[in-house]
């Protein structure tokens, strides 16, 4: 029996006869959190947008070598918004192995069929240093005012991880004041880092399955937009940039891969995802 089918038993209060983005991405990344409506509902996209598979996943292997990155610069909390299901390459797991002395994880997410996956994972793993919060990012104070976001502790560095989630914010949404809010409630030290679909240099058939992606997503509850490399590294004004600065996410601090189809998948994604990481400064 594949991994695919041994999902573990749903949230009493979920539909399974519609397919969850959240979990459909979970599909992607070759999690177990997902059934066969998702999985069909997978394929399909995979068929219409070759792209998007390795897409999620490249994003997923950034989002771990961030996590390692924190953890070896000192940091043990993670706010992780638009976390979607917390399966494959999930961050509590990453910290849970690192052995750090008092981790902190809180999952911000909006979308109720991820909020239950996530909170009966970490009931069912007995994580009590890690929670969810059903609330938009996009209401920093309203999710500081539930009681699962006690977890963190805002007198030590926060890692905020921001990872493909931004492009589903409209520019009315005035992501660089969103952002402000964000740091405001942060210690020095804190890091936040953000990926970020994009064709800035990208070849002409990946380029155009992502504008295809982006107009597909306008007519759904979560539209997306492109950004440019200009605007994607202003959201860092006021940072300290944490080594290699602002690069394509495959090359923020790339490890080896270990077959010939991922590293041709990582080559094929590249130009796709901008990515960067800022340290608040001291003072």
């Given at each position: 029996m594949s991994n695919a089918e041994r999902a573990p038993q749903a949230p009493a209060s979920i539909d399974l006869t519609r397919p969850s983005s959240a979990r459909v991405y979970d599909w992607y990344l070759g999690g177990r959190t997902n059934y066969a409506i998702d999985r069909e509902f997978g394929h399909r996209a995979v068929q219409e947008l070759p792209v998007i598979k390795p897409l999620a996943v490249?994003?997923?292997?950034?989002?771990?070598?961030?996590?390692?990155?924190?953890?070896?610069?000192?940091?043990?909390?993670f706010w992780d918004l638009g976390s979607g299901?917390?399966?494959?390459?999930?961050?509590?797991?990453?910290?849970?192995?690192?052995g750090a002395e008092d981790p902190r994880v809180l999952y911000v997410d909006y979308e109720r069929v991820a909020v239950a996956?996530?909170?009966?994972i970490l009931e069912e793993q007995e994580v009590g240093w890690a929670?969810?919060?059903?609330?938009?990012?996009?209401?920093?104070?309203?999710?500081?005012?539930?009681?699962?976001?006690?977890?963190?502790?805002?007198?030590?560095?926060?890692?905020?991880?921001?990872?493909s989630v931004l492009h589903f914010i409209g520019g009315?949404?005035?992501?660089?004041?969103?952002l402000s809010r964000y740091r405001t409630k942060l210690p020095a030290g804190s890091w936040l880092a953000i990926s970020h679909i994009t064709t800035d240099d990208a070849p002409p058939g990946p380029a155009a399955q992502i504008t295809s992606l982006a107009e597909a997503y306008k007519d759904t509850q979560n539209p997306a937009w492109l950004r440019d490399r200009a605007e994607f590294s202003s959201w860092f004004d006021g940072l300290e940039l944490?080594?290699?600065?602002?690069?394509?996410a495959t090359d923020w601090r790339p490890e080896p891969?270990?077959?010939?189809?991922?590293?041709?998948?990582?080559?094929?994604?590249?130009?796709?995802?901008w990515a960067g990481v800022g340290r608040l400064p001291q003072g």
């Amino acid at each position: 029996m594949s991994n695919a089918e041994r999902a573990p038993q749903a949230p009493a209060s979920i539909d399974l006869t519609r397919p969850s983005s959240a979990r459909v991405y979970d599909w992607y990344l070759g999690g177990r959190t997902n059934y066969a409506i998702d999985r069909e509902f997978g394929h399909r996209a995979v068929q219409e947008l070759p792209v998007i598979k390795p897409l999620a996943v490249s994003n997923r292997r950034w989002l771990g070598r961030v996590v390692r990155a924190a953890l070896d610069a000192g940091i043990e909390q993670f706010w992780d918004l638009g976390s979607g299901v917390p399966t494959a390459g999930n961050v509590h797991e990453i910290v849970a192995g690192s052995g750090a002395e008092d981790p902190r994880v809180l999952y911000v997410d909006y979308e109720r069929v991820a909020v239950a996956h996530c909170q009966m994972i970490l009931e069912e793993q007995e994580v009590g240093w890690a929670d969810v919060v059903q609330e938009d990012l996009r209401r920093p104070l309203k999710i500081l005012e539930h009681d699962a976001a006690q977890v963190l502790d805002f007198d030590r560095p926060i890692c905020v991880i921001m990872a493909s989630v931004l492009h589903f914010i409209g520019g009315g949404d005035g992501i660089p004041e969103l952002l402000s809010r964000y740091r405001t409630k942060l210690p020095a030290g804190s890091w936040l880092a953000i990926s970020h679909i994009t064709t800035d240099d990208a070849p002409p058939g990946p380029a155009a399955q992502i504008t295809s992606l982006a107009e597909a997503y306008k007519d759904t509850q979560n539209p997306a937009w492109l950004r440019d490399r200009a605007e994607f590294s202003s959201w860092f004004d006021g940072l300290e940039l944490v080594d290699p600065g602002i690069v394509h996410a495959t090359d923020w601090r790339p490890e080896p891969l270990p077959t010939k189809e991922e590293r041709a998948d990582e080559a094929k994604v590249r130009p796709l995802y901008w990515a960067g990481v800022g340290r608040l400064p001291q003072g």
